[in-house]
């Protein structure tokens, strides 16, 4: 079973507007991790938030994790017609570096 | 050159054969992984590495194994394919919790 679930499984929006994405795990957690997956393509790491951190930024995206709820989001800003694609959201449980993937949001960015 | 490369990138194969996937990399990374991801769902871990001396199962290893050949290489090996291996397979490699780096897949189709 996985460890991740987003939410929602689908989401469309106009250019310009903004996106948010919701991932909820089930165990503790040592990390969290959110990749973008275009079209069958391999995934791409976006951004990577420990346990002990709250939010993280890079461009136009940003990250919280709630570890009291189990839960983290992604918001993306102004999104554009590129972003269009998959989301994962990842958890590493421990040490070992293994990541168990959600099964994704799958974003539709309208010009 | 990418940084981790699958080939093939497209199989197709009858049941019954046997088939290798493989994956190289010049990340230099000691960490590499195996999943396979199944049509509107998250990546399920197959197997997954820390070194070359060291080999462990995931979530649904059955049917498959691998081989460690060199930092570097790390093989996928369906013994004897069924249609419900029919997937996309995904080579990553990881360094500490920085984010994994993956391939950019290889469809398999088991007829």
């Known amino acids: 079973s996985q460890q991740g679930e987003e939410d929602p499984q689908a989401l469309s929006i106009q250019e310009g507007e903004n996106a948010t994405m919701n991932c909820s795990y089930k165990?503790?957690?040592?990390?969290l991790q959110w990749y973008r997956q275009n079209s069958g393509r391999g995934l791409v790491h976006l951004i990577l938030?420990?346990?002990?951190?709250r939010e993280k930024h890079s461009g136009r995206l940003r990250v919280t994790l709630d570890t009291s709820k189990k839960s983290s989001s992604l918001l993306i800003t102004a999104s554009r017609a590129a972003d269009t694609a998959s989301y994962f959201c990842?958890?590493?449980?421990?040490?070992?570096?293994?990541?168990?993937f959600g099964s994704g949001t799958r974003l539709l960015v309208r010009p | 050159d990418a940084d981790v490369t699958q080939t093939p990138r497209n199989r197709i194969t009858k049941t019954g054969k046997r088939i290798m996937l493989e994956c190289s990399q010049t990340?230099?990374?000691?960490?590499m992984y195996w999943y396979r991801q199944d049509p509107g769902l998250g990546l399920r871990l197959i197997y997954y590495?820390?070194?070359?001396?060291?080999?462990n199962k995931g979530e649904i290893s059955d049917g498959y194994s691998v081989s460690r050949q060199a930092q570097a290489k790390f093989s996928l090996s369906l013994e004897s394919a069924i249609p419900n291996q029919t997937a996309l397979y995904f080579c990553?490699?990881?360094?500490?919790?920085?984010?994994?780096?993956f391939g950019s897949g290889t469809r398999l189709t088991v007829v």
């Open positions: 990340k230099g990374h000691d960490r």
């Open positions: 938030i420990r346990s002990n951190e």
């Open positions: 990553a490699t990881s360094d500490t919790d920085s984010g994994y780096t």
């Open positions: 165990t503790s957690i040592n990390n």
């Open positions: 990842a958890t590493g449980m421990d040490s070992s570096y293994k990541l168990i």
């Open positions: 590495s820390f070194d070359v001396k060291d080999i």
